[in-house]
């Protein structure tokens, strides 16, 4: 049977999905969250360990904004991941993001977001991912 789990990671998105043994998260919001009374909202880490999940076969980055990805942080080397999926993968082991000073602050917020992912990157290639 097919089963989707939508978590509630503030204002990022998170999906588990699950066919039999099979678990492929799709995006994994924040890193940190703000606290929230009363509410359900978790890092992704927090949620899959209340549910137990101990593997995850597949990971989906759909794009990459942090709210996205940063999540993965709190994952890489506590929970195995076998394959991740994205849109954004370096050909480079460990690539630096260089930016001109004088960048709009759009660019410099693009660079900051890479900067991020490829940090990420290297934390899960250094976990067997």
Request: aromatic content about 6%; charged content about 20%.
């Amino acid at each position: 049977m097919l089963k989707l789990r939508f978590f509630n990671v503030a204002d990022g998105d998170a999906a588990l999905v699950e066919y039999g043994t099979y678990r492929m998260l799709v995006d994994a919001g924040r890193k940190t969250l703000e606290p929230c009374p009363g509410s359900a909202r978790a890092t992704i880490r927090a949620h899959l360990e209340a549910l137990g999940v101990d593997r995850l076969d597949a990971v989906v980055i759909t794009h990459l904004h942090q709210d996205h990805f940063e999540g993965l942080e709190g994952l890489a080397g506590s929970i195995p991941i076998h394959e991740l999926y994205a849109g954004f993968f370096p050909t480079a082991a460990h690539p630096t993001v260089r930016l001109p000073g004088h960048s709009p602050k759009t660019v410099r917020g693009l660079g900051v977001c890479l900067e991020q992912w490829l940090h990420i990157l290297n934390l899960l290639r250094d976990s067997g991912t």
